[in-house]
């Protein structure tokens, strides 16, 4: 017997941290027959506004780290944002959002990454050579798919698509 037979990755699997979700329990937003309305609720602090009732995971089947606990960001439907900029295929885990200026639905996390469980980003992006702040886009701190999100560079306002993550 020989240890070469291992599948790659296999080994990567196994060592998963422990709050890695269980795939069968990954719900996207287009599992839920009303959409945003299913997975919100009124904000504690601020019955006015909604957030999210689950709590926000990365959406790939076998990852699910928790990037958000349920009642943190707040929900803003605003312009959308082009996150695609990269000449990768998309994941099948992340759906394409309407192109701006349509608007789509966020969850909007404020002041500081302090609010997050676990979030990564990538390297500061200057979509457009006109716009003086450069993005950065969210990504799953476990596994990098993305993006699932954006920010600008130093702000204090962090985007989460909400059909590009996955409650539980
Ligand atoms: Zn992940």
Known sequence: MS???LPSGALEALQRPSNA????????LSDFDQGVLAVSASHDEDLGELTHKFDLLCPRNGCGSVILKAGVGRWVERDSVELDISKEPLHPD???LPAPPATTHWWLV????IEFENIGFTRPVQKDAVA??????LICAECDLGPLGWCEEGG???WLACSRVGYR
Do not use: V, Y
């Not at 979700?21 to 996207?28: E, H």
């Not at 404020?110 to 990454?113: F, M």
């Open 3 to 5: 240890d070469q037979s």
């Open 21 to 28: 979700g269980d795939r069968s329990t990954i719900r996207k």
């Open 94 to 96: 992340l759906p394409t």
């Open 110 to 113: 404020t002041p500081n990454i």
């Open 132 to 137: 003086a702040q450069k993005l950065k886009f």
């Open 156 to 158: 204090n306002e962090f």
